[in-house]
């Protein structure tokens, strides 16, 4: 049950934009690795790397249960935000190494959509030891 109770909580501190809630679902030592080559560890990192959330408006998030075992689980998520900020567009092109799409001055920000997997480790109190996310981000057209 640990990883229904995790992404239901991953859901709500994403769409609340809640950095002290996303820390605190983790052990003091936790680790959020949140590409195969960049991990948070502790409430500080966590919470800090979490507050990038904030960049975001109109979030929705959805997400499927794939696999569980008493100790962890693996599901896969969607979300689609609304870019708040140029800032957050250039953390989004630098970070999926494609650089700026082609945009107007003036022109809007885009709705964005992440795709991605979530393979997760717990304790036997339910708080995240160890999560692992792969995920891949494109600019969406339309509603």
């Known amino acids: ?3 229904h109770k995790f ?7 994403w769409e609340a934009q809640d950095s002290q809630g996303f820390a605190a679902l983790f052990t003091p030592d936790g680790l959020y690795h949140n590409t195969p080559f960049q ?5 500080g990192e966590l919470a800090a790397y979490w507050n990038r959330i904030k ?6 998030l959805r997400y499927e249960v794939l696999g569980e075992t008493p100790a962890g689980g693996i599901a896969h998520w969607n979300v689609t935000y609304q870019v ?5 567009f250039a953390i989004w092109a630098k970070s999926t190494g494609t650089g700026l799409p082609e945009r107007q001055p003036g022109d809007p920000l885009p709705r964005m959509e992440l795709d991605g997997m979530l393979v997760a480790d ?3 109190s339910g708080l995240a030891r160890d999560v692992r996310i792969w995920w891949h ?3 969406r057209t339309g509603p």
């Open 39 to 43: 991990v948070q560890q502790g409430p």
């Open 137 to 139: 981000s494109l600019p």
């Open 7 to 13: 992404m239901a909580d991953y859901k709500r501190v």
């Open 55 to 60: 960049l975001q408006q109109d979030i929705s």
């Open 1 to 3: 049950m640990p990883i």
């Open 122 to 124: 717990f304790t036997a």
């Open 84 to 88: 708040a900020s140029e800032e957050l």
